[in-house]
């Protein structure tokens, strides 16, 4: 298996424009999480999926960002507007057991 | 919900000797404890984990303990190496499966040669 596959690895945009994150999980994984890692706090979950269905959005910081899974291979990660504040290095995960994470995407907002 | 911290934040330690890095955590209710290595411009990776019904895990150089009275958990490298130098992170939940994880703050490990 290929692994967590994130797209892009790397992403620039300017301030006010969308940004869309893309997953595909580990074949078999039931859970798919979505992390965001800066230094100053470090990873933090945002967002995760059991079998498709999102079960603690908690995380997401406001309403400018949503996330999706309309399947088991294929996650969304959307953030519009986004704000320079949204720079950081986004990670997916996927859960069998254990949970196994891709690249991640550097999203600078400039 | 769970705090895990973790210590210490930086780790410097001569090639060969051990390194130790600890976590504690606030949910008594967690019951899985993995430890990520995350290198330069990488996901982290995950290295060794735990369940609460052990003590302690072995992995050739890298080994685990669990104290669930206690509720800590630690990481132990033996014969350090260049290679080990790296972010470490422990995280804990509720279940190796379809539970989130909370992250300590990482320690970042130089090894020197």
């Known amino acids: 298996d290929a692994g967590v596959i994130q797209s892009p690895r790397h992403e620039v945009t300017e301030m006010g424009q969308e940004v869309t994150l893309r997953c595909k999980p580990i074949s078999g994984h039931n859970s798919l999480f979505w992390y965001r890692q800066t230094m100053m706090r470090g990873l933090e979950l945002l967002i995760y999926?059991?079998?498709?269905?999102?079960?603690?959005d908690s995380g997401m910081p406001e309403d400018r960002f949503s996330a999706k899974m309309p399947n088991a291979s294929f996650s969304t990660l959307k953030i519009q507007p986004s704000e320079p504040r949204d720079s950081a290095v986004y990670f997916c995960a996927s859960s069998g057991v254990g949970a196994f994470f891709g690249q991640g995407t550097r999203l600078t907002v400039v | 919900g769970e705090n895990v911290e973790q210590h210490p934040s930086t780790l410097s330690v001569q090639e060969g000797d051990s390194a130790v890095i600890k976590c504690t955590y606030s949910?008594?209710?967690?019951?899985?404890f993995p430890w990520y290595k995350q290198e330069l411009g990488k996901g982290p990776q995950l290295i060794i984990d735990?369940?609460?019904?052990?003590g302690e895990k072995k992995d050739q150089r890298i080994a685990v303990t669990l104290n669930k009275t206690a509720k800590h958990f630690s990481l132990h490298i033996t014969e350090t190496q260049p290679e080990d130098s790296a972010v470490y992170f422990c995280?804990?939940?509720?279940?190796?499966?379809?539970?989130?994880?909370?992250f300590g703050g990482g320690t970042r490990v130089l090894v020197k040669p």
């Open positions: 949910d008594s209710a967690s019951n899985y």
């Open positions: 999926f059991n079998n498709n269905v999102p079960i603690d």
């Open positions: 995280a804990a939940s509720r279940g190796a499966a379809g539970n989130k994880l909370t």
């Open positions: 735990i369940r609460s019904n052990v």
